[in-house]
């Protein structure tokens, strides 16, 4: 996948936002940041990223609506999009309306761990099947 498709994070906690910034980086991508979801909606429609890095609990719209959003408009459907939780454990399925995520992240997490997550879903050349990774 090209460099120049930028990876968006999106947390309403700015320091949130800078540890997933700082452990992206070393992929070569350039990095949007986004505080809430419909500032992501937004991003995702004009920047196509190659991965989202999308937080669970945020204001203005959540990380739920902001997934139905994006995988309901055909132009942003098919972007990866990792579900960063505070909530403990949760799995695929779990909460109606995440079905759509490629992967569910815990916080806190390894940022080495989570950078080789995003690493493989932007060198995958197919879909993955979502699964629940502890990173």
Sequence with gaps: ?????PILVVDDEPHMRR???LSMKP???PILLAGDGQEAVT???S???CVILLDHIMPVMDGKAALQELKSDPSTRDIPVIILSSRGQLAVGQYQGFET??????KPFSPALLRREVERLILASEPLEPQLATV
């Design 1 to 5: 996948m090209p460099k120049d498709r």
């Design 19 to 21: 540890v997933a910034e």
């Design 27 to 29: 992929l070569g991508h």
């Design 43 to 45: 991003l995702a429609k």
């Design 47 to 49: 920047q196509h990223p």
């Design 101 to 106: 995520a490629t992967m569910f992240v815990s």
